[in-house]
């Protein structure tokens, strides 16, 4: 494999995201269901998409988090929930969002301390040692 041009180099401002436009259009972009590419897609690590593109909003969050609530209604799941975020610029607004979510519906919720940055593996591994510790499957992997 040949070595990328720009390897070891800063990245140009001209190939950099603009982190503040993403943040507001993932409160202000608005997603059309009639349009396949503004639909909430999930990829091998969960939703995948950019605000920018109105792929991924605070609509979807509300409404995934939303639907993972009337799940753990429907199913009886008591535990807590397990939520981390990750160091993509959108994490933080998606987990305030979810945050909002969850205590409406009065989950509990267990977050890394210190609001700090959390491997999926890490937060699996938590609700594994939860429910190993209370002898069933009450967790449920939730990970921005």
């Known amino acids: ?15 950099l995201e603009n982190i503040p436009r993403l943040i507001a259009s993932y409160y202000t972009h608005t997603p059309d269901v009639s349009q396949a590419a503004h639909r909430v897609s999930f990829g091998t690590s969960g939703h995948r998409g950019s605000s920018l593109k109105t792929s991924f909003n605070e609509a979807h969050i509300l409404a995934v988090c939303q639907a993972i609530c009337a799940y753990r ?45 959390t491997p999926t593996p890490v937060i699996s591994h938590a609700i594994l ?16």
């Open 73 to 117: 209604k429907a199913e009886k799941i008591r535990g807590p929930l397990f939520l981390g975020m990750d160091t993509h610029a959108l994490s933080e607004p998606a987990f305030a969002s979810a945050i909002e979510v969850f205590a409406a519906n009065k989950i509990h919720v267990l977050i890394q301390q210190g609001l700090r940055y």
């Open 129 to 144: 040692t939860y429910n190993s510790k209370i002898g069933g499957a009450e967790g449920v992997l939730t990970a921005w």
């Open 1 to 15: 494999m040949k070595l990328h041009e720009l390897a070891g180099k800063p990245a140009p401002r001209s190939i």
